[in-house]
C-alpha cells in the first residue's frame, strides 16, 4: 500500500462497522492546554471529559498532529517526525475491550496482511480482562502478551479526570534488528509500535482514587508513518512514499544524493520533514512570530534552513520543500494546494529574515567559541536572542556542535527578569471555583441565552444560584447565574452585556458577562439589597449598548470579506474585539496595505451597508455549514449543530454573535487606524453607526477650522494650503541664501585673522551644523590649513568643530582630546570632527588645548 492506501483502508474498515468518519481537525486546536493537536483524541476530548455529548456513538479519524518533543532528535533517525497522522478508532460510551480489540487484530491481519506470529502485545498488568480477550477471541498465544506498570501501559488525561489502561500492539522485525524477549525485555529497533488501544474505563480523583466511568470509551491511535514503512518493506519512514519525493528534492538543493554521506543525511532527513511540517502549518493558519505556536513554527523553519546553509547552499530553500511536500501530501490534504502561494509567501519572507538573523548572530557567536571556554555564558545567550532575535535553541544546537555548552539556568533567569519587568496584564479575580460552576451546571442546567431579538432584551427569569466575593474596593461584586438570560456572554470576540437584574428585594448592576463553564453563563455584577437564590427576576439588557455591539460585529464580518476580496483569500481573522464604541479586527497579512486597497477595502464594506440586504442566520449542521462554504476559524470551537450568519454577498462566517437585522443599521463604517501587531499580523481599528458620525463631524470641524485659519473656504483648503507651502519653501530658500551670503562673508573675516594659517576663534550663536558648515567655509581659503570653532548654540549646548586640510593632524584625535573640557565627546573623519557637550565654562580652555594640539 501506498499511503493514501493505507488511509483509505484504514478508514473503509471502521466505516463499514458502524463508525462515522469524521474530517481531521485543524493543528490549531480548541483544547487551550495544548498549543498544538499532538493526538487524534484532542478533538473528541470534551466528549470524552463529559463537557458535550458526542454526536455519534462511534467515530473513525486520519488527523494530523505536531508535536516537538523529540525535534532535536529528528533526522538522526529513521522514524522520528514532528508532523504525522494519527489513525484511530474512537467509541463514546458504545463499545469497549471486547469489541476494540478484535477489530484491531482483523484489520492488521487480514486487511493489512501481517503476519499474526509477529505480532506482540502489552498489557497492564492490572488488566486480566484484556489478556484474556487477546487470548480467547483474538488466539493471542499467552507467550506474547507482556504485562506492564503504569509508566507503559497506562494513559491518563492528567491528575484528575477520565483514565485507564492500555494495549499495545508491537511487530517483530526479526533478530537482525536485536535482542529478542519482546517489547517488554527486548531491543525497540527490533519490536516497533503499531497501534495504542486506550480503555477508558476508570475516573480519577484529586486523591488517586480511582472509579469505574458510567460510560467506558475506547480510544485508539496508530501512526500512519509507524505502519507505513512495514507495509511497504522500508527500515526507514524517509525511504516511503511520504518522504522519497521531499528527501531528493532536498538533496537535488543540496547537491548530494541521498545515502552518500551519513552526515548529509541527517539534514536532509531533518530539511524534509521540517518541510512537510511548515507546509502543514501554515496552511493551518499558524504564522511566524515570536511566541506560541508562531515561535514553534519559526524554530522548525530556522532549523531547516540552517541545515541547508551549512551544507552551503546559499539560495533560498524552503519553496523547494513546500513544493516537494504539496505534490506528495496535497491528494490527501488538498488545502496545501489552495494555500500554496500564500505558504510559500510566508516561508519566503522568514527564510529571508533568517538569513539576516543568522548573518548578525553567528559573528557573535564566533567570537564567543573563540575564547576556548566550553561554556557559554547565559548572558551571551541573552543578547542574542534579545538583540539579534536568535533563538536560544539554535543557540544551543550551533554552541553543541563546537563543543561548548549553553548556561540555559542563567539565559532562563535572564529572561524570566525580562518578563517580570514586561508583565503589566492585570490579573481579573475569581468569586468561584470550578468545582462550585460544575455543581450549579449539574444541578441546574445549561443557561438558556434568549436574547438575539430586540423582543428579547427584557426577559423574566429565576435567580438559580448567586456567588458572592468581595471586590478590590470591599463592595458587594457577586456572579449571578439565570435559568435564562438575555445577556450575551463574551465571546467571539464580543463584550460581554451589561445591563440590571431586578428581584423584590435588590437590585444588580450587571457590568459584564462571561462564561464560567461550557453552557453555564455568569452574570458579573455589583448589588444593592440582596438577591437570593430560587427567587423570580426582570433581567433586561443595555439596550443601546448592545445595539451599538451589533453593528459593530456585522461590519467586522463585512470587512472581513472585503479584506480577503482586496488581498486575497489567504487573509484569515486572528482575533477580534466588538464593543460598544469601537471595533478591532486583527488580520493575517505578509505586508502592509497600502492606502489605496484599504479605501478600497471600506468602499466595498459600505458598498454592501448601501443595499441594506437583510442579515440572515442559519442553524445547521457543522458538515453543511462547511458544505455551504462557510468561513470557520480554527481557534474557535463548534458544536456539531452551528450558526451560520450571511451579512450580504459576499460574507458568510460560522458566528455565535449578535448582529443587525439587515446592513443598512449599521450605518458608515469608518477607518479609524491601520498597524502592525507582529510578523504577518496587521490591524484594523474602525468606527460605526453614531461613533463614525461623530468622527466625520469632528473631521469637518477640523477641516472647517484650517480653513478659517487660512481665511479660505472649506473646498479651497488644500490649494490655498499648496500656495502657502509653496510661498514657504521660497522664503526658505531665500533665507538659506542669505545665511550662506553671511556665512561666506563671515568665513572671510575670520580667514582674514589667521596666524600662521590656523584659525581658532569662539563663535556663540551658532547650531553645530551651521558651525560645521562655516569651519569648511573658512578653510576653503587658500591662507589657512586648520580651522576650529567653538560656542554656545543654544544657550546651554556647546559645540567644538575642528577641521583642517587632508586630515593632518587628525581633526576626530583633537575633538576626542578636548571632549572632557566641555563635558561630552565627539567624533567624525581625519578632516573633520565635531564634538558637544553642556559645559560652557570650559570653552575657552578647550580652544586654548585645540590651539596647542594644532600648532604642535
Known sequence: MDANELRAAFTRFFTDRGHTAVPSASLIPHDPSVLFTIAGMVPFKPYFVGDEQAPWPRATSVQKCFRTVDIEIVGTDTYHCTFFEMLGNFSFGDYFKEDAIPLAWELLTDVFGLDGDRLWVTVHDSDNEAEQIWIDKVGMAPERIQGMGDDDNFWAMGDTGPCGPDSEIFIDKGPEYGEGGGPKFGDEDRYVELWNLVFMQFNQAADGTRTELPKKNIDTGAGLERILPILQGHDSVFDTDLFAPIIEAAASTVGTPYGRDEKTDIALRLMADHGRAMAMLVSDGVLPANEGRGYVLRRVVRRAVLAARRLGVDRPVTPVLVDAATEVLGGAWPALIENNDVILSVLEREEAGFDRTLRAGLGRLEEAFATGDKVLGGDVAFTLHDTHGFPVELTEELARDAGV????????????????????????????????????????????????????????????????????????????????????????????????????????????????????IAHKARVTGELVAGQDALASIDVARREAIRRNHTATHLLHAALRTVLGDHVRQQGSLVAPDRLRFDFSHHGQPTPEELEEVFDLANAAVLTDDPVQTTETSLQEAERMGALRFFEDKYGEQVRVIQAGGASLEFCGGTHVDSLGQIGLISLVSEESIGSNKRRIFAVTGRASIDRVNAREHLVRSAADLLRTEPDELLATLERVLARQRQSDKELQKLRQQSSESLATELAAGAEGGTVVVRQDGVEPDALRSLAQAVLRHDSVERVALAGLSDGAKVALVVATADGDPNATEVVRAVGDLIGGGGGGSPALALAGGRNASGIDEALAEVRRLLSA
Not at 490579573?427 to 434568549?450: N, Q
Open 405 to 520: 555548552e549553553v548556561d540555559r539556568a542563567a539565559f532562563d533567569e535572564a529572561m524570566t527578569a525580562q518578563r517580570s519587568r514586561a508583565r503589566a496584564a492585570a490579573r481579573a479575580s475569581k468569586v468561584g471555583d470550578e468545582s462550585a460552576y460544575r455543581s450549579v451546571l449539574e444541578i441546574e442546567g445549561s443557561t438558556h441565552f434568549v436574547g438575539r431579538s430586540a423582543s428579547h432584551y427584557e426577559v423574566p427569569a429565576r435567580v438559580v444560584a448567586v456567588m458572592a466575593g468581595a471586590d478590590a474596593d470591599g463592595g458587594n461584586d457577586v456572579e449571578i447565574f439565570l435559568d435564562q438570560t438575555p445577556f450575551y456572554a463574551e465571546g467571539g470576540g464580543q463584550v460581554g452585556d451589561t445591563g440590571t437584574i431586578v428581584t423584590e428585594t435588590g437590585r444588580a448592576e450587571v457590568y459584564d458577562t462571561v462564561y464560567a463553564l461550557p453552557g453555564l
